[in-house]
């Protein structure tokens, strides 16, 4: 997950003020943080994009000519799929602690799990544990 600063702006990261430079590349749960927030940076690969997407309500993934012009429809609210994009699962988990350890558990059982979602969902999964 990465992202480029667009503007230079400050920001408290862990409750500490820190200062942003334009152009300057930020990955990881910082990269998220400031995607959710809505901060002057610019996604910088699809994970990003998806996350971007999802906060801000649009969709600007290619058309790939299967007609369905990169949408893909969410899934159900009581139904999970692990494999979906890392946007849709944390729009199923929301902030539902057990829904967060029920994806947690699912993610960490793949061969290759995601690590940006499997911290996303850690740190919901113990936002009041």
Known sequence: MRVVVREAFSAYINH????FHAGQKIKGDTAVLLLQRRAAVDPEDDEA??????YTGSNDTPDDGDGDDGKKEPA????????????DVLAWVGENQERASQALELEKAKSAPRSTLVKALEKTAAASA
């Open 49 to 54: 994009r998806e996350l971007d997407a999802l």
């Open 16 to 19: 500490q003020p820190e200062d």
């Open 76 to 87: 159900p609210s009581g139904d999970l799929d692990i494999d979906a994009p890392v946007a």
